[in-house]
């Protein structure tokens, strides 16, 4: 079992979350492309910020959960729900239809 040490999270989720790929909004599409920079991985982050990998990774998931609001975690729920049993229903063609995402996201 792993034990995150809540100062360990406080002092680098912020530097976690600034630096990892998992983030799901594309923070970088608007700047110049010679601006932009790609996230990188949790071993990357490791070796930038001096801490090993897990513990990375530990960080940044439970940074990613303290990001979001339930609401958006229900919603994503509803939406892969949604996606599965129409795939189920009607195969992949009807699988990833606009209207299965706007009746997930209301």
Do not use: W
């Amino acid at each position: 079992m792993f034990i995150l040490d809540p100062d360990l999270y406080d002092k680098f989720k912020d530097a976690v979350l600034e630096l990892t790929n998992a983030v799901q909004i594309d923070i970088q599409e608007h700047l110049p492309e010679g601006v932009r920079k790609r996230g990188l991985s949790d071993k990357e982050i490791a070796e930038r910020i001096g801490l090993d990998e897990q513990t990375v990774a530990e960080i940044r998931c439970v940074a990613e959960r303290d990001s979001y609001p339930l609401e958006e975690f229900l919603k994503a729920a509803e939406f892969k729900q949604t996606a599965c049993r129409r795939f189920a229903q009607f195969g992949v063609s009807h699988a990833f239809k606009s209207d299965l995402y706007n009746s997930a996201n209301g």
